[in-house]
Structures are given as structure tokens and as C-alpha cells.
């Protein structure tokens, strides 16, 4: 493992292991994740749930996709609207999605949806800690979007939920001021809660 404090062959690293996760794995983990975060009960009907569409090396959503609409909760998926200032939006989701930024795949249409109105948002990592620490791919996206949670300690909205392999768990990350923690994290085997966690 590269040394924590060099975060860029530390991102390397980690996304290797990830991607090196394939096929039945995959799957089975993605079924795993889901499973445990129905237990969780954060997926009631009428939530308002923000939810990445996955790519190719990351734990694949689709499972818990249709198992949040199952349970009745709106769905908002994150669109890139400034590729340059690293800013991202989440829009509800209506069934029509397309190839965005880095061939990201996002919604068209549908009404945004500010990151106070929303319960609960699924986060994609690259890597995490047993601390609640992330790191991600890099851009600060979803650092932006949700910088409230960082200014306002006692704006427990939406919660923060990292969704990855356990693969992607390292010892510890060093962290910024700019990053914003997560509430608790949910791999193949385990659900983490941090900082009392709940939604």
C-alpha cells in the first residue's frame, strides 16, 4: 500500500483494487450492499434519495436503484453542470438518462433538487477508513455540492452514506478542511455508522 500522505498513488492503488473486481463478484457484492442497506430502514417511501448511476469499476447501484423505488423513495442522481469548477447537481430521476462529463451516465430533464432537500445521498469512493474519511476520484464534486455539512455541524441533512468494497478500506486517510465526513459506510460485509449516524 502507497503511503496515505500521497494521495495520488494512494488513488491509483485503491482503484485498482477496485476495478479488479469483476463478474460474479461484482455482483453478488452489489446484491450484498443492497441487502444490508434495506436493513438499515433509511429506504422509507416518500425519501427523497440521491444515488450515483455506477461506471463500469465501481460497486454497481443497480440493485439498490430498484430496490429504493420498490420501497417508494424519489430517486435524484448527480449531474456535472461545470466540468471546469467541478460542480455537480442532483435531479430527480424520470427514466431518461444519457452519457454526460467523463461519460458519466446522468439524468435528462427532471427538476433539481438542492442537497438540504434531500434524506439521504449514496456516495461513490475510491477509498475509505474506519474513521469515516474518504477519498475520492479527485475533483472535489461532491465535496461542493455538500460544503453545508461542513460550515453547519448541526445540519444533519442529507446523511452520508459511502457505498464501496471492502477492498477499499485503508487503515486511515489524511484529511483537508474542504472534506465532508461520512455519516457511515456500507461494504459486502459490514455497515460502519460515524458520528451517530442516522437518518
Known sequence: MPDP???????????????????????QAAKQVA????????LQPGRCIGLYLS???????????QLALRRGCRIAVPRIVSVRHSRMQFFELNGAVGAGAF????????????????????????????????IGMGR???DRF?????????????????????????????TSGHDVPLDAVVTESTLLRFHGGRP
Open 55 to 65: 461506471m463500469a469499476e465501481e460497486l454497481d447501484t443497480t440493485p439498490l436503484l
Open 103 to 134: 461519460g458519466i451516465a446522468e439524468p435528462r430533464g427532471g427538476r433539481m433538487v438542492p442537497a438540504r432537500q434531500m434524506d439521504l445521498v449514496f456516495m461513490p469512493l475510491v477509498g475509505f477508513d474506519p474513521a469515516g474519511h474518504r
Open 35 to 42: 441487502r444490508a442497506i434495506a436493513a438499515a430502514r433509511w
Open 5 to 27: 500522505a500521497d494521495r495520488v498513488a494512494l488513488r491509483r492503488w485503491l482503484r485498482n483494487r477496485r476495478r479488479a473486481i469483476q463478474g460474479p463478484a461484482r455482483q
Open 146 to 174: 455538500l460544503a453545508h455539512r461542513g460550515r453547519m455541524h448541526l445540519w444533519r441533512r442529507p446523511l452520508l452514506v459511502g457505498i464501496a468494497y471492502d477492498a477499499q478500506c485503508v487503515p486511515s486517510l489524511p
Open 140 to 142: 472535489g464534486f461532491y
